[in-house]
Structures are given as structure tokens and as C-alpha cells.
């Protein structure tokens, strides 16, 4: 007697294709390597501005904020990196979420060092370590699987209220620029820019570097994330944890600004709370959507 054969499943092998969704696209080798290499450099570039003293040049100003800058690296984007890109060669989508947040957290703030200081002897240093973000960021944003992201975030995830805020800040944050520059191209006045004391310079290369790259990655990810659009998760993740680090060294460079001493500078900014506050609140529903996503039913 022959009897048919079942296919009988049991329900914890029903899970393991879903459980291994997550593990199937790794962060490559180049992009893993060039990540420890921007860890390793960004540490040691941070630690050296932090120690010796007028390793900037320039406005004292300037190099406050920097050095502001430089402990934030050291303390919290260094570690973080190395963490996530270890979890991410492992395959795991949410550490490649966060490298990818950090390095283009590198890049931006990088930008400031390389671009809006004079010649210094960090110049190459810092050269290195901001083409080397930009590089790991993309190899590492490419090899991201965002059907796989979509999927590990619950239907009910509020993701109309965190594009509202991503919206709302492109549209405070591109209003506000786009008044200064137009007011500038008619009366010459060059705008304060934020309450630390910043040179022209700095102004003018936070305005550029705001309208060109945050604006638009805070507006396109807050159009995609309403639309539920898999890349729309993918580029709200990168926009808030980048965001709140960028607030973070802003909170920390107006201290450095007062210790030095520096005319009409200030350590708080009475707006800055609110601006944190949204920041955190549209992390905190993204993070809620993914936790409810990933609970199975």
C-alpha cells in the first residue's frame, strides 16, 4: 500500500522565510570597509580638533562650533557606526537603516569642515573622511532591500502624520532660507543665520547645503512616505536620525561658543525645543509602526 505523500508545515517553518527577509541583502564589502575606514578617520579626526588647541583657523567662532561638532563624533556617531555597520554586514535591515543615517549624518556635517574653514593642517583629513562617507553612504543605501523595509512597518503605522512633519519642516526650513536669499539679492543684508555665531561664510554654506540636500530630502521623503511608498520608509528613517543628530551638535556648539568667550553668544536657543520635540515625535511614530509591524499576529 502506498500512501500519498503531505506537505505538512509546521507554523515556526511558516515563519522562517519572513524572519529571513531581513538577512538577504548584506552590506557589501566596499561599503562595510569604507564605513570602518570613515569610523576609524572621523574618530581620529574628531579627537585631534578636540586636543589641540588652534588646529582650526579662521574665526574662533567658527572653530568652537567645530570642536562642538568633533564631540558629538567622538561620543555618538563613532560608536553608533561601528555598531551598525557590524549588525549590518549580518544582514540585519535596521542597522543598515542607521549606517546609512550616520554617514549621511558624516557627510553633511563634514561638508562644514571642508568647506567652510580656510586651509588647515586636518584639510586632507577631513577631504578623506567626507568623499568617503558620500561613497559608503550610497554603496550602502543601494544594497538596502526597501520591499523588505516596507514590509516590517504595520499598516497602521501613522504615516501621515509623520510625513505632515517632515513636510512641515521642508517647508519651514526652505521658507526660511528662500526669504533670507531673496532678501539678501535685494537689500545685501547677509541673515544671521541660527543663535550660534557664525561667520558669513558659515551662513551661506548652511543655506546652500540646507536648500540642496535636507529640504529636498525631507520634502520627497514626506511625498513617498504618505503615499506609502517603500522608499518613502527608507529615506524618513535616514532624514529624522540624521536630523536629530544634526540638532544634537547644535544644542552642543553654543556651550563650546560661551566657554570660549565669544561676543554675543549665547547657550540656548528658546525654539530649539519644539524643533526637537517634532523630530522626536515622527521618530517615535516610525519606531511604533515598525514595532507593531514586527510583532507577528
Known sequence: MTHATQDIRSPAADLRPQLAAGHTHR???V?????WLVAGLALAASLVGLVVDGIYTGAVSTAEMLRGYDLVTAVAVVPGLVVAVHLARRGLVVAQLVTASLLAYLVYTYAYYLFGTGFNDLLLLHAVVFAAALS???????TIDVRSVAQRFSPRTRVRGIAGILGALAVALGGMWSYFAVNNAVTGHVPAGSQLVETDTIVHLGMALDLSLLVPLYAVAAVLLWQRAAWGY????VALLAGILHQVSYLVAMP???A????????????????VLLYLIATALLLDGARRGSTPS
Request: no cysteine; proline share 11%; charged share 15%.
Open 27 to 29: 552590506i557589501g564589502p
Open 31 to 35: 561599503a562595510s570597509r569604507l564605513t
Open 136 to 142: 559608503a553612504f550610497v554603496l550602502t543605501i543601494t
Open 234 to 237: 527608507v529615506l524618513a528613517t
Open 256 to 258: 563650546f561658543q560661551v
Open 260 to 275: 570660549a568667550d565669544i561676543p554675543e553668544a549665547v547657550s540656548y536657543d528658546p525654539i530649539e525645543p519644539v524643533i
